[in-house]
């Protein structure tokens, strides 16, 4: 066989497109349907449409529906689209090592967000075992970050003069930090 006839051969195979036959035609390894030798399960596929409908016919509550989701990614970020990218890390997931958890608010604009990167996320509700924390437990709020449970203890408070002492010098903030930067500019420079 010549180059050309080789040509053609491939030509005409990739050319060939694959046309749906009906239900039953499952002897041709071009076929979707050749994957199901018994054939297409109908019964299986009614009772998931039924479940489906339950669920969407349930009254849920608004104490069924959690405000928050637990949000990871699973995925790495290699050979995906920029826009892709760009979703991640409004979300905060655009971090190289994959399973850092973040917590999104559930609204409308972030399930859209979240929408669009399905394929790469796995997503948990949190749950609110003690109740919604109010303004008072909000140093005593620990999250359990595996089963999603977010508790209210009085003995996970942190105390005020251990978030003194993680507060940094005020030299990095508000008017001093233009001459901070570039002190040290200059001190990098002199060297």
Same mark, same amino acid.
């Given at each position: 066989m010549s180059f050309v006839s080789i040509f053609h051969i491939q030509k005409r195979f990739l050319n060939y497109r694959i046309t749906y036959k009906g239900p039953f035609d499952y002897k041709r390894d071009h076929t979707k349907a050749y994957r199901?030798?018994?054939g297409i399960n109908k019964g299986a596929i009614e009772d998931?449409? =039924?479940?489906? =409908?339950?669920?969407?016919?349930?009254?849920?509550k608004d104490t069924d529906v959690s405000p928050f989701h637990l949000v990871w990614r699973y995925k790495t970020m290699t050979h995906i689209p920029w826009h892709e990218k760009y979703v991640l890390s409004h979300l905060g997931l655009h971090q190289k090592e994959c399973h850092i958890r973040v917590v999104v608010p559930n609204t409308p604009h972030f399930n859209g967000l979240l929408w669009r990167v399905k394929h790469l996320i796995q997503l948990m509700p949190i749950a609110f075992p003690d109740g919604i924390?109010?303004?008072?437990?909000?140093?005593c709020v620990k999250l359990n970050t595996y089963t999603g449970a977010l508790s209210v203890n009085p003995s996970h408070k942190v105390s005020a003069d251990r978030i003194d002492l993680a507060k940094s010098d005020d030299i990095y903030y508000g008017k001093y930090l233009r001459e901070y930067l570039k002190w040290s500019s200059d001190q990098w420079l002199a060297y």
């Open positions: 199901y030798p018994f998931t449409i =039924n479940e489906i =409908n339950q669920i969407r016919q349930l009254d849920l924390p109010t303004e008072e437990d909000v140093g």
